[in-house]
């Protein structure tokens, strides 16, 4: 998120995704949950920030913003908050905890985790005296937007898994896979979308197991256009 110039998340590709998207500066990250494609490249800050060179050293330092639940939970999850205070006295990283009542404010934009449906994921708000911005990463599932996330100016959603096949309606996940349960389906995204009215809508997290191309996805975008739906890719640029 430029202006802020906040990451959220750190999945395994994410030195990578970095490199590609021609980030220069990370002012500060957000962390959204505990599975693995959304934390297991944490180490990106101690290669991004360690000064191996000079002595004495020269490290960069960037804020680390946990929201409650994902605390606790990287406590407990996969040697996470090890990882992390390892960083820390690396004196690449600073562990910013919050409770769910708190806010940040990083280069003049008020930032806003809250909970979803799913009480240990978290949507974040970006506002500025000019916008406002939601992100959600992912775990749609069961979640109604409340009002101060409605028509906002930008909105970007997970797009859920395809239950059915977009173009021709042909079931490809089975009425009965426990998936079902869990994980919001493309249609359930696009119904929270409708409800959210943001000026702008972007569908985010693809799944590979879905088998749909960014041409097909471009095609999707045709169909979809009375809702200005967009498909995100890697280096998508997104202006307000």
């Known amino acids: ?7 959220i998340d750190t999945p395994e590709e994410i030195k990578e995704q970095i490199n ?13 949950h505990w599975h693995p494609d ?15 060179r000079n002595y004495p050293a020269e490290n960069k330092l960037t804020d680390l913003y946990f929201p409650e639940q994902v605390a606790l939970d990287f406590r407990k999850m996969l040697g996470y908050w090890g990882h992390f205070l390892f960083l820390e006295r ?23 985790p809250f909970r979803l449906k799913e009480d ?5 708000l970006f506002e500025d005296e000019d ?13 109604e937007p409340p009002e101060f996330v409605k028509n ?15 173009f021709t309606n042909e079931r490809k996940i089975d009425e009965n896979h426990p998936v079902l349960k869990s994980e919001a389906t493309f249609e359930e995204t696009l119904e929270i979308a409708r409800k959210i009215n943001a000026g702008k809508k972007v569908l985010t997290h ?14 999707l975008e045709k169909e979809l256009k009375h809702l200005k739906i967009e498909f995100a890719y890697d280096t998508m640029f997104i202006g307000l």
Request: aromatic fraction near 8%.
């Open 206 to 219: 693809i799944e590979e197991p879905d088998g749909i191309s960014h041409d097909e996805l471009q095609e």
């Open 120 to 124: 240990f994921v978290y949507a974040f």
């Open 90 to 112: 690396q004196k690449v990283i600073r562990i910013n905890e919050m409770k769910d009542v708190d806010t940040v404010i990083i280069n003049g934009t008020r930032i806003l």
């Open 20 to 32: 590609r998207s021609r980030i220069k500066k990370i002012e500060a990250a957000f962390y959204f």
């Open 131 to 143: 916008s406002k911005v939601l992100i959600v990463p992912d775990e749609l599932k069961g979640w």
């Open 38 to 52: 959304h934390v297991a490249g944490l180490r990106v800050w101690e290669t991004m920030n360690q000064d191996f």
């Open 1 to 7: 998120m430029h202006g802020p110039d906040v990451l």
């Open 152 to 166: 906002i100016d930008l909105a970007v959603l997970p797009m859920g898994i395809l239950e059915k096949d977009p």
